[in-house]
């Protein structure tokens, strides 16, 4: 029995895991984004939250609910880098387990196509949660009716 595998098949397997790497290079790409848009986020969450108490009337409304919107993109934030991590794992999973496949000589080809199909679920699920969070923050960014009105004169 051989110990060490052939460099030929090492290299087939190095050219099997190329997709799954090129998939954690664009998975990292999106964290990247999605964290930069969770420090905006906790940046304007803390200038309101100074804001906050000196404020009064319509302005402290307008303050508490941008808040409020504020919590809530935080939270589908964290979800959307949660399932995109776990996206992440999941495909490191699948480059590891060709490997020890290879290796081992072991036939679990249905599994790691389960757990790339799992990471494929992890990351779809991820962006509908990045893509509701961009619609929770256009939201956010409307121009107010009573800055848009005309003064009389």
Same mark, same amino acid.
């Given at each position: 029995m051989e110990f060490s595998p052939g460099v030929t098949t090492i290299a087939q397997t190095i050219q099997l895991s190329l997709s799954p790497v090129f998939m954690l290079a664009g998975i990292a790409g999106i964290l990247n984004v999605i964290a930069v848009r969770l420090a905006r986020v906790v940046d304007r969450a803390r200038s309101l939250e100074a804001l906050h108490p000196r404020s009064t009337g319509p302005e402290h409304d307008r303050h508490v609910l941008e808040l409020r919107l504020l919590d809530r993109? !935080? +939270?589908v934030i964290?979800? +959307? !880098?949660f399932l995109c991590v776990s996206s992440a794992v999941a495909t490191c999973f699948v480059v590891a387990l060709l490997f020890v496949a290879e290796l081992g000589h072991l036939h679990i080809g249905t599994i790691v196509a389960l757990i790339f199909i799992l990471a494929m679920g992890f990351l779809v699920a991820g962006l509908i949660a990045f893509m509701i969070e961009v619609r929770l923050s256009l939201s956010a960014t409307h121009v107010r009716v009573e800055l848009l009105e005309r003064e009389q004169g």
């Open positions: 993109r !935080m +939270s964290n979800a +959307s !880098m």
